[in-house]
């Protein structure tokens, strides 16, 4: 009791120590980071299981990509959606352009019933952003409703009217919650809700048109399970049953990946800020050396010592973590509306959980960075109060390493969930610390040529940089790191827009003209050439499923963990055409030309995933016909040029029968985009696919994402500057003696003070350098090997981050170090002993 | 556990018997002392005096129970030191032995007052405060209660180094060269005041020391030569 009250008692005495101010900043940082992730991981988890049925906004949904006529019974009465006790609803979901004025913009309709939703609500707003009234979807007769994001993208507002199609409607309100709403926070295209029943005035529905037919159901649970046990066997792999409890569970199942890979990210900081714990507990631990033994003196067994020192770490463990607890509370705030800028009103209030999480992480990070020097210290002999020199007793090396290591091992594997990911996390951590070590290690080397030529306080302060080489090899490590990380996020994130945008040749085709109906197809050429516009050819498009390879079901050619792809879940888009097209190249077996035989030319990524070669039988299902037709070549295609593109070209003629519509793609030059309000106009089913706004789109949400990490990575570098000012404080004494040294033989303050700039500028602009050269490597790996993008260097980096690394090295360096220059050596010799 | 040496009367406070220290370098092995004998009764003062290297400090330490012999036995306030690991020698140490350094040994985070608070605090006094701000009053330092080390003089800071002794009433105050940081003048007061506090509390005073002035002030007087001990009676 007594050590426990004296432990607090001391602390407080000696809170204004650097050592307890670097350590408890560090935990902060640290704890900040992961709770930050932490907070707002538990709130959407939250957010999901919360929202339960009304998630799906039934109990049961099923999907199918064609309407589905036949329902099990005894659940369904005479076969129609119509039961005697489940509550059903239809809604049907596809793609459309929605027009006011010469303003046009691709849209999600969904056409729903009056019964929709059957769980949960939907409030309407009668303007963006506001709270809303709860009300059926359903709009009334002749109007809309639609997601807030659409209506700037149409310069319209509640009230107008906007054409789908070949009919009107008139806005009539603004969708403010809809079940489901957190799982398509990266939709692209706004969401647009319309009567069911008015559906076949727009005349958007194309034979080949991508359609999204959604059942809902809900009930009583043992008919629910009774009917969906029953229907599960009438379902085809292109058609889903998800219950609410399943829907919740898919999407947390995605989203828990995702998390633990943010989760990680953040973790990284909180290791990078156990450097600096370690360091500072280090200084704390030899400084109190000659504390400890006079306690000894006084009286003090080890168990007690042990219990004072405990308390201490416990005691700012504690604050430290619920202080980062707090900041993580602020930012996570900040991050939310980063992330989900639409939704961020409607998530759960801050949970409880990840409180304990990042305190747990906070201490267990303390103890595994502090407790090393904390068991040296408790060992001290007695005897040091008469013989200063006399080290504490020894700790083995092992066990220390094994009270750090498990202690970070446990953190590591908490957050990683699964032991590959700890292994891959681990390894890759090891791999980073050795690079970063090597190379601030040769960096150093080369310093040594460079203060060769140096004179004066600069020679001086890249002396130091020199001499405290541990220090300046785990400085280096870890600003690098820091730097590293914030400007490869910054590449990528340009580079992938950029190399999107640049990949597409001149004069590639940047408008895709989908759901071309039959009777359109002149008329739509006749349009184009009047405007002078270049165009693809003209592919007429069926969708259809695969289902069987040389008569055996496909799913039982394929070994089980190669079943779950999209090839098979989703309808084909299937094409005929004589010619190869451009950008195709046969790889194996003949081009049928125009053989009007049931021959087939497949994908060759298709064809690997499927096990597929030349000569083999695949039948398709499209619509109530089966489609029979042998393989007779593979062909290569190159995806990115901008032309329509299709796993599987049939030979002439085999389509016929087939109701289809069409797709083409044209170049429209930035001088023409005039032309396209007009050709909306007059083809209002048409829907026209910009690819400049679908970079534009994948460019937000990027930017939202990478906005997300930047954030994390603030912490990143802040723990980064703990680092160095920690390794500042432990070289301290060492310093202030140098300092006493040179000032008694006759240097100036301003000496003193230029060679320390010099040292820690020198540092940062290391730092910068290598962090540029790292990010370079990488992002010219990435370039190369995940997107195929043209390598190139990126000189601004070159100098933006030496700069950044000089400013925020300099900065914490000179703050920690100002103090020896400005003591009189007098009051040194005395602070030193 | 030894019972009390009851034959002796009083009670001897610290006694040591063949009383060797020796450390092994890589030039063999070291004797530091030999064959110690020593006996110091309650309230006595004893000096041990030698040249640097002689062994003093490490006499002291032992006496202490800050150190173990390599052979000999030491018993302590009535305790056999020699069957103590150091946990128990620390339990026995706390609030019945004092210490004064050459170097102060107070903690800088502290002040004057807390540093005297230090031990009686450790030793669990009720009356932990009054009691420090009253030795600190008996050094004449009442008025830098609230001074950290750092600007109290050396003279000052040795001044709140035996207040910090005294002040849990210690049967036994051990000081290392108690005056060897400070000049003549400040020494001499040290001195003085040392001894009136030693003789009002009835403390057993052991010191080592340089200072043969200091040395004269103790009733008995230990020279160390080499290791070996030669009891100087004095006038």
């Known amino acids: 009791m007594i050590y426990l009250r004296l432990g607090l008692w001391l602390l407080r005495r000696e809170r204004a120590s650097g050592e307890w101010r670097v350590l408890l900043l560090a935990l902060i940082i640290g704890v900040g980071s992961v709770s930050t992730t932490g907070f707002l991981g538990d709130r959407l988890k939250r957010a999901m299981s919360e929202q339960g049925a009304s998630f799906l906004g039934a109990d049961l949904l099923v999907t199918s990509p064609r309407p589905i006529e036949t329902w099990p019974a005894p659940s369904v009465k005479n076969s129609k959606l119509k039961t005697s006790s489940l509550a059903t609803s239809q809604a049907l979901e596809f793609s459309s352009m929605v027009a006011k004025g010469d303003a046009f913009q691709l849209a999600t309709l969904r056409a729903v019933d009056a019964a929709y939703p059957l769980r949960g609500t939907?409030?309407?707003?009668?303007?963006?952003?506001?709270?809303?009234?709860?009300?059926?979807?359903?709009?009334?007769?002749?109007a809309i409703y639609v997601e807030p994001s659409l209506l700037p993208l149409l310069s319209a507002s509640v009230g107008d009217r906007v054409q789908i199609g070949e009919a009107h409607f008139t806005i009539a309100g603004v969708v403010a919650e809809e079940p489901g709403q957190l799982g398509g926070v990266f939709g692209f295209a706004p969401r647009v809700f319309l009567r069911a029943d008015e559906v076949e005035q727009t005349r958007v529905l194309q034979p080949g048109s991508r359609l999204t037919y959604l059942y809902q159901f809900a009930g009583a649970p043992d008919q629910l399970a009774a009917f969906s046990a029953a229907l599960k066997s009438t379902l085809d792999s292109t058609q889903r049953l998800i219950g609410s409890r399943e829907g919740v569970e898919t999407l947390r199942g995605a989203f828990a990946n995702a998390d633990r890979y943010i989760q990680l990210t953040a973790l990284i900081s909180l290791?990078?800020?156990?450097?600096?714990?370690?360091?500072?507990?280090?200084?704390?631990?030899?400084?109190?050396?000659?504390?400890?033994?006079?306690?000894?003196?006084?009286?003090?067994?080890?168990?007690?010592?042990?219990?004072?020192?405990?308390?201490?770490?416990?005691?700012?463990?504690?604050?430290g973590s619920l202080i980062?607890?707090?900041?993580?509370?602020?930012?996570?705030?900040?991050?939310?509306?980063?992330?989900?800028?639409?939704?961020?009103?409607?998530?759960?209030?801050?949970?409880?959980?990840?409180?304990?999480?990042?305190?747990?992480?906070?201490?267990?990070?303390?103890?595994?960075?502090?407790?090393?020097?904390?068991?040296?210290?408790?060992?001290?002999?007695?005897?040091?109060?008469?013989?200063?020199?006399?080290?504490?007793?020894?700790?083995?090396?092992?066990?220390?390493?094994?009270?750090?290591?498990?202690?970070?091992?446990v953190l590591i594997a908490w957050y990683a969930g699964d032991a590959k990911l700890v292994g891959v996390f681990v390894g890759a951590l090891a791999g980073l610390i050795g690079v970063l070590t090597l190379l601030a290690r040769l960096a150093l080397v080369a310093g040594r040529g460079v203060q060769r030529m140096a004179h004066g306080p600069v020679r001086f302060g890249l002396a130091q940089l020199l001499r405290h080489r541990f220090d300046s090899t785990l400085q280096l490590g870890a600003f690098t790191l820091a730097l590293f990380l914030v400007a490869l996020l910054a590449l990528v994130r340009s580079d992938l827009i950029a190399g999107w945008r640049q990949q597409l040749p001149p004069q590639a085709p940047n408008y895709f003209l989908v759901n071309i109906a039959p009777h359109q197809q002149e008329a739509v050429a006749a349009y184009l050439s009047q405007h002078r516009l270049k165009a693809s050819t003209l592919y007429p498009m069926v969708r259809g499923r695969l289902v069987s390879k040389n008569g055996t079901p496909i799913a039982e050619t394929l070994p089980e963990d190669a079943r779950d792809t999209n090839t098979l879940r989703r309808e084909l888009n299937l094409t005929w055409t004589a010619i190869l097209p451009a950008n195709n190249a046969v790889l194996a077996g003949r081009w049928h030309g125009d053989q009007r035989a049931a021959e087939i030319s497949v994908e060759s990524g298709m064809a690997e995933r499927l096990n597929l070669v030349v000569g083999d039988q695949l039948a398709f299902q499209v619509g109530d016909q089966t489609l029979a037709a042998r393989i007779t070549s593979i062909r290569s295609v190159k995806w990115d040029s901008m032309q329509p593109n299709f796993f599987v070209i049939f030979a002439p003629g085999q389509l016929d029968a087939l109701p289809a519509s069409s797709i083409a793609s044209v170049y429209v030059p930035p001088n023409a985009a005039g032309v396209l309000p007009g050709f909306v106009k007059t083809f209002p089913g048409i829907t026209v696919l910009a690819l400049d706004k679908l970079i534009a789109n994948i460019e937000a949400v990027f930017d939202r994402i990478i906005g997300a990490i930047q954030l994390l990575l603030g912490f990143l570098l802040a723990a980064g500057m703990a680092v160095v000012i920690a390794t500042l404080l432990a070289s301290l004494d060492a310093r202030q003696q140098e300092a006493v040294l040179l000032r008694t033989l006759g240097a100036q303050r301003a000496y003193l003070a230029k060679g320390l700039w010099s040292e820690f500028i020198a540092l940062g602009l290391l730092a910068g350098l290598l962090a540029s050269a790292c990010a370079e490597i990488a992002m010219a790996l990435i370039a190369n090997r995940l997107f195929e993008l043209p390598l190139h260097l990126h000189p601004w980096l070159w100098l933006a981050l030496p700069l950044a690394g000089a400013l925020l090295v300099g900065m914490s360096g000179w703050l920690t170090t100002r103090h020896i220059t400005r003591v009189p050596p007098m009051q040194s010799i005395r602070e030193l002993g | 556990m030894t019972p009390p040496d009851s034959a002796q009367f009083p009670a001897p406070a610290v006694i040591a018997r063949a009383l060797s220290q020796r450390v092994t370098t890589a030039d063999g092995t070291l004797a530091i002392l030999s064959e110690v004998e020593l006996a110091v009764q309650a309230g006595e003062t004893l000096a041990i005096t030698g040249a640097?290297?002689?062994?003093?400090?490490?006499?002291?330490?032992?006496?202490?129970?800050?150190?173990?012999?390599?052979?000999?036995?030491?018993?302590?306030?009535?305790?056999?030191?020699?069957?103590?690991?150091?946990?128990?020698?620390?339990?026995l140490r706390a609030g019945r032995v004092g210490f004064v350094f050459q170097s102060f040994q107070l903690l800088p985070a502290l002040t004057a007052l807390e540093n005297i608070l230090l031990p009686l605090e450790l030793a669990g006094r009720a009356d932990a405060r009054e009691r420090a701000a009253h030795w600190l009053d008996r050094v004449g330092l009442a008025a830098r209660a609230g001074h950290t080390p750092r600007q109290l003089s050396g003279g000052e800071?040795?001044?709140?180094?035996?207040?910090?002794?005294?002040?849990?009433?210690?049967?036994?105050?051990?000081?290392?060269?108690?005056?060897?940081?400070?000049?003549?003048?400040?020494?001499?007061?040290?001195?003085?005041?040392?001894?009136?506090?030693?003789?009002?509390?009835?403390?057993?005073?052991?010191?080592?020391?340089?200072?043969?002035?200091?040395?004269?002030?103790?009733?008995?007087?230990?020279?160390?030569?080499?290791?070996r001990a030669r009891e100087v009676t004095l006038a």
């Not at chain 1, 963006?128 to 009234?133: M, S």
């Not at chain 1, 030899?286 to 405990?310: I, K, N, P, V």
């Not at chain 1, 201490?312 to 504690?318: A, D, K, N, S």
């Not at chain 2, 403390?203 to 004269?216: K, N, S, W």
Request: charged letters at 15%; glycine letters at 8%.
């Open chain 1, 122 to 142: 939907v409030r309407i707003a009668d303007r963006p952003f506001a709270a809303g009234t709860p009300r059926p979807a359903q709009p009334p007769p002749g």
């Open chain 1, 271 to 319: 290791l990078l800020s156990v450097a600096a714990i370690a360091i500072a507990a280090h200084r704390h631990a030899l400084r109190h050396y000659d504390q400890a033994a006079l306690m000894r003196c006084f009286g003090a067994t080890t168990a007690q010592l042990r219990t004072l020192y405990a308390v201490q770490l416990l005691t700012l463990g504690l604050l």
């Open chain 1, 324 to 409: 980062g607890v707090a900041i993580g509370a602020l930012m996570q705030q900040a991050l939310a509306g980063l992330i989900l800028p639409d939704a961020v009103t409607r998530l759960p209030s801050l949970g409880l959980a990840p409180v304990g999480v990042a305190v747990v992480s906070g201490l267990l990070a303390l103890a595994g960075a502090s407790l090393p020097a904390l068991m040296r210290l408790i060992r001290v002999p007695p005897l040091r109060v008469l013989r200063r020199d006399l080290p504490p007793l020894p700790v083995a090396a092992w066990i220390s390493a094994a009270v750090s290591g498990s202690a970070l091992l």
């Open chain 2, 52 to 91: 640097s290297g002689s062994g003093k400090s490490t006499l002291l330490g032992m006496l202490a129970g800050l150190d173990q012999p390599s052979a000999g036995e030491i018993v302590l306030l009535g305790q056999r030191l020699n069957d103590l690991d150091e946990d128990a020698r620390a339990r």
């Open chain 2, 157 to 227: 800071q040795q001044r709140v180094a035996i207040a910090r002794a005294f002040a849990t009433d210690p049967e036994i105050v051990f000081a290392d060269e108690p005056t060897g940081n400070l000049d003549a003048d400040t020494g001499a007061r040290i001195i003085e005041l040392l001894f009136e506090l030693n003789a009002s509390a009835r403390t057993t005073l052991i010191l080592v020391t340089h200072d043969d002035a200091l040395a004269a002030r103790c009733r008995r007087r230990l020279h160390l030569v080499a290791g």
